[in-house]
C-alpha cells in the first residue's frame, strides 16, 4: 500500500518557469490537500479539495492553481515560478471532513522540495 | 490567521532525560493534533485531543489540552534517540482548517 506519493522529490526551476507537482494517494480518501512548509515555519494550507471535481483555496493560494478530475489525483500547478515559492510541498489525503475538524488523520506524502532562482 | 506559537524551538536533551513542549494560541480550537516529522519524511500524527482539559497518553509521550483549548504541551519521559525528530501542533478551527505551529525540533543524544 502506497499512501500519498509525490514526485518530483527535488525540482529547480528559474523565474518565470511553469511546473507541476504531481500527488496521487491509493486509499479512496476523499479529502487531499497541498500545505508549503518554509523552514522554520509550520504548513500553512494552499488548496484543498472535498471530492472530485470540487477545490477550494486554502490560506496561501496565490500563485497557484489545482484541479481534481479523479479521486485518486490532485496536481498542484505554479504558473510564474517566482523566488517566494521556493519551499517543501507536501500533499496529504483524509477518509472524512473530519480531517479538517481535527479529528480524522491526514496522511502526508513524503514532500517536493521546489527552489525557484 | 491563527497563530501557534510553539517553545522551545529547538531542543538537545541526553538519553534519559524528560522533556515538555508547548504550543500556545490566542485562538480557540475545536481540536489540537500533535504530529512527528522526520527529515525527508511528510509529518505523521501522533494523537488528537478534542476535550479541554483531556489527557493523552502514548507509551512514554503525555498529550494535555488546555481547559480553554488554547493551548496543548506534550511531555516525553525518558527520551530515547527514536524521539529525535520535528514535533509539530496543529489546531482545528472550522472545516477544513488546520492552522500548524512553528515547530519544535528535538534532538535526543545518545
Known amino acids: 500500500n502506497a499512501g500519498v506519493t509525490q514526485t518530483p522529490k527535488f525540482r529547480i526551476l528559474k523565474i518565470g518557469q511553469s511546473m507541476t507537482l504531481q500527488c496521487t494517494q491509493d486509499m479512496n480518501h476523499n479529502y487531499m490537500y497541498w500545505y508549503r512548509q518554509d523552514p522554520g515555519m509550520g504548513l500553512k494550507l494552499i488548496y484543498y479539495s472535498v471530492g472530485a471535481g470540487i477545490t477550494d483555496k486554502g490560506e496561501v493560494p496565490n500563485g497557484y492553481n489545482v484541479s481534481r478530475s479523479t479521486t485518486e489525483d490532485f496536481p498542484l500547478r505554479l504558473e510564474l515560478a517566482a523566488p517566494s515559492q521556493t519551499s517543501v510541498y507536501f500533499c496529504a489525503s483524509s477518509y472524512s471532513l473530519l480531517a479538517g475538524l481535527g479529528t480524522d488523520t491526514q496522511y502526508f506524502g513524503p514532500g517536493t522540495r521546489l527552489t525557484v532562482l | 490567521t491563527q497563530l501557534l506559537e510553539q517553545s522551545p524551538q529547538f531542543l538537545s536533551i541526553q538519553e534519559g532525560e524528560n522533556l515538555t513542549v508547548y504550543c500556545n494560541s490566542s485562538s480557540v480550537f475545536s481540536s489540537l493534533q500533535w504530529y512527528r516529522q522526520e527529515p525527508g519524511e511528510g509529518p505523521v500524527l501522533l494523537v488528537t485531543?478534542?476535550?479541554?482539559?483531556e489527557v493523552k497518553k502514548l507509551k512514554r509521550l503525555t498529550f494535555q489540552f488546555g481547559d480553554a483549548r488554547k493551548d496543548s504541551s506534550l511531555h516525553i519521559t525518558a527520551a530515547q534517540p527514536g524521539d529525535t525528530g520535528l514535533y509539530l501542533c496543529a489546531g482545528a478551527a472550522g472545516a477544513n482548517n488546520l492552522f500548524f505551529g512553528t515547530g519544535t525540533r528535538l534532538t535526543v543524544i545518545p
Open positions: 485531543v478534542v476535550t479541554g482539559g
